[in-house]
Every structure is written in structure tokens, then in C-alpha cells.
């Protein structure tokens, strides 16, 4: 069980890290790129939101180290924050990806991509915030969300490179597609990883 102490800064700090994440993602979702200056603003405020989940992240640590009573084992504390923070990397990766390659032209599959990546952040900060209250249980409906978010996002990735190879015939820009297509689909990853951080933290104190 989540043991009761004085000090839930741990759980406000896993909730902070958590509503960044879902704030960049909302921006990454948001953001219309149609010039070569509106990806590099794209990918600078992407990395500002890494650079400020960095500094939790820091933070966190710094706590941790310092702290003899912790509300979770310090070990489930560090990985949900570590794995939310491996989305967020994610993300960002993928804005300077899409900078270095001048793509100014996300495909349909794409923002099919983004919206359900975007939707797997929302679980997980709805997540996030059911831990922050202690509802331990109540977490486990976003952890299947996820998932289900996760499992969707594989047959995207199947289906996006098969209308690739049957549509384009420019080899560079089939590499390209590729690549970003697959990095969307390791973001989806992560968000799935999380949610078995998540799973671990139920089981050892629901």
C-alpha cells in the first residue's frame, strides 16, 4: 500500500512530470507546420518542454536521495518518472527529425499517429492524477487505454508503410517516411511502457 507520510511531494512531482508530458503533447498536436521557420519553432519549443521535464526529472532525484520515508518504493517512483520522460524524448526527437529533413508535409497517417499519441498522454496523466489522490484502482482503466492506444498505433505503422510502398516511388522519401513513421510508433512504445510501470505500482500497493 502507498504508505502515508507528511511529505506527497513525490506524487505532486510525478503529477507535474506528467501534465508537461500531456502539454507537449497537446502542442505537438496543435502546432501547423507549413514553412521551414515553422519547423524550427516547432522543434525549439519541443525542446523546451524536454529540457523542463529534464529539470523534474532532476529534481525528483535530488528528493529522493534526500528522503528516508518515500509514498511508493523509490524504485516505482523513478521509473513511472523515467518512463514518461522517455515519451516526452520521444516527442522531441521526432520535432528535430522532422527539422533536419525540411518535412513540411505530414501525411494523413501522420496525424492519425499524433491523435492517438496525444490521447495515450491524456490516460497517462489522468493516471498520474489518480496516483496523486491515492486511487490506486482507478488507475487501472487508463492503464488498458494505453495499451489499447499502443495496440492501434501497431496496425497504423503496418498500414502506413504498405500505402508507402505502394504510392511512392521516391527512394529518399520513402526512407524518410519510414523513419518518422517508425518513430511514432516508438513513442507508442514508450506510452505502453508506461503503462506497465503503472501496473507494477498497482500490484505492489492496491
Not at 504508505?3 to 506527497?8: E, H, L, Q, R
Not at 528522503?67 to 521526432?94: N, S, Y
Not at 482507478?138 to 495496440?151: G, Q, S, W
Not at 502506413?160 to 522519401?173: C, H, T, V
Request: proline share 2%; aromatic share 8%.
Amino acid at each position: 500500500m502507498i504508505i502515508p507520510s507528511k511529505n506527497d511531494k513525490f506524487l505532486t512531482m510525478l503529477k507535474q512530470i506528467a501534465i508537461n508530458l500531456e502539454e507537449a503533447a497537446q502542442y505537438f498536436v496543435d502546432y501547423k507546420i507549413r514553412t521551414i521557420e515553422d519547423l524550427k519553432e516547432f522543434s525549439k519549443v519541443m525542446k523546451d518542454y524536454e529540457r523542463k521535464g529534464d529539470s523534474y526529472i532532476h529534481e525528483l532525484i535530488v528528493d529522493l536521495n534526500k528522503t528516508f520515508i518515500t509514498p511508493l518504493e523509490r524504485e516505482d517512483i523513478l521509473a513511472f518518472a523515467m518512463k514518461m520522460d522517455d515519451v516526452l524524448d520521444g516527442f522531441e526527437q521526432w520535432a528535430s527529425r522532422v527539422e533536419i529533413y525540411h518535412f513540411t508535409n505530414p501525411s494523413e497517417q501522420m496525424v492519425q499517429f499524433v491523435n492517438m499519441l496525444l490521447g495515450a498522454t491524456k490516460e497517462i496523466a489522468e493516471a498520474a492524477n489518480q496516483l496523486h489522490r491515492r486511487k490506486l484502482l482507478n488507475i487501472r482503466a487508463h492503464v488498458i487505454k494505453i495499451n489499447e492506444y499502443e495496440t492501434s498505433c501497431d496496425d497504423l505503422l503496418q498500414e502506413s508503410i504498405r500505402q508507402l510502398f505502394l504510392k511512392e516511388s521516391d527512394p529518399i522519401k520513402i526512407i524518410q517516411y519510414k523513419e518518422l513513421y517508425e518513430m511514432l510508433e516508438n513513442i507508442a512504445d514508450s506510452c505502453e511502457d508506461v503503462a506497465n510501470t503503472l501496473e507494477t505500482i498497482i500490484m505492489r500497493n492496491a
